[in-house]
């Protein structure tokens, strides 16, 4: 896989039926930036709203996994995303006119054809991946459903099956590498079992569903009555069962197919995570339902090992810039220039430093007795620290003046004293565009995070 970020070279469409209300779908993938992620918009409505493709979203997972914002849905997404994590894609904007995908054939092989023909590019930025350092688990009581990540050099998947029915049995996939994904993976189909496509056709749930976008297992005796209703759904003048007990008019691709279309699943869900994964995951009796689940708690101990990821300095050493190379940069003077030091320095981040002394004149009133550094001073100093970031990117800094544009998640973990050193550390979240500066901030103090927010600044020519 490639260790720069990737997208597509140009946008591509391509529409088909969408599986749950039979109405025909167009959809079109388009470039994105570095650090964008995955997203879907809603062309079909007005202001044509984004949902990134992320656990947080997940409302529910009957017959897919559903994501939903602000009242806005998109259902069965986990094809579409298969096949970009499969492709090494990091960025992409999926834009489509209904709340699903195309069907198509039931897998993600149209999916990658289409992106194929886009072409795949890399960015000039690091790619994004979270590596798996110890076992993190989840486990559904009620349907033993489990999932495992551990540790491995790269990011590969197994999935156990067990239907509990003679027809299907027991089955195993496994994809050792992900670059694999299109020739072992990508064309397996979608599936279900007789009884279940019963109740979907009695409720009016499948309207697009037909033998050629899904594979359905036979798991009862064909009644008359169900026969009939079959040949109407499937617009078929007969329909059989063959001899492995699938409905006619389908061959299988492998005798796997089912496990190995579970693993594509996984791979969708697990895509929510909204980054990259080094590490194997180990599927039992996978479903929407602990996938997404697995995805969210994955994702909250990636925030959560971000968050406490102390930067790793030597005070001892000479910093990038002292106080007065800062001053050189920054119009705040004393008493309120609230950073000492730069650490480091890139076109993507910062790390800075203050050691927060009894002589601060802010602990004269805050407060008496019980002094405690303000929390809107602790912001105010990631801010300058960020106000070094956006600066350093134009010739004469002294000629400019940064102003706060917004604040959020704004987050105070730890009282910071006279004596802390802190940290700060000031990461993009895109690229700085017309002076605008939108990053994500922490604050650490003895090896703890202290604070956190999401800043958004301009620099604006003094007038």
Known sequence: MSKKQQTIKREVSLSGVGLHTGNTVSMTFKPAPIDHGFAFARVDLEGEPVIAARAEYVVNTQRGTNLEKNGVQIQTSEHVL?????????????????????????????????????????QEADIKEYIVKDIISYRDEVTGSEIILMPSDKYEITTMVDFGTKILGTQNATLQNIDDFKEEIAAARTFSFLHEIEMLLENDLIKGGDLN???????????????NRLKKAFKKEDIAVQSNGILDNLNLHWANEAARHKLLDVIGDLALTGIRIRGKVIANKPGHLVNTQFAKKLSKIIKMEKRNNVPQIDLNQPPLMDIHQ?????????????????????????????????????????????PVMPGVLQVEAMAQCGGVLVLSTVPDPENYLTYFMKMDNVKFKQKVLPGDTLIFKCELISPIRRGICHMQAYGYANGKLVVEAELMAQIAKKE
Request: net charge negative; hydrophobic share 50%; charged share 25%.
């Open 213 to 227: 976008n899904a594979i359905v297992y036979v798991d009862k005796e064909l009644s008359d009555a169900t026969m």
């Open 326 to 370: 800062i001053m050189d940069i920054l119009p705040h003077r004393p008493p309120f220039l609230l950073i000492d030091r730069i650490i480091e320095l890139s076109d993507k981040h910062v790390i800075g430093m203050k050691n927060v002394t009894m002589n601060e004149n802010f602990f004269v009133g805050h407060f008496p007795g019980a």
């Open 82 to 122: 298969a096949a970009a994590v499969g492709l090494g894609i990091d960025n992409l904007l999926i834009e489509i006119d209904a709340s699903e995908p195309p069907i198509m054939d039931g897998s993600s092989k149209f999916f990658i054809e289409a992106l194929e023909k886009a072409g795949v590019v890399e």
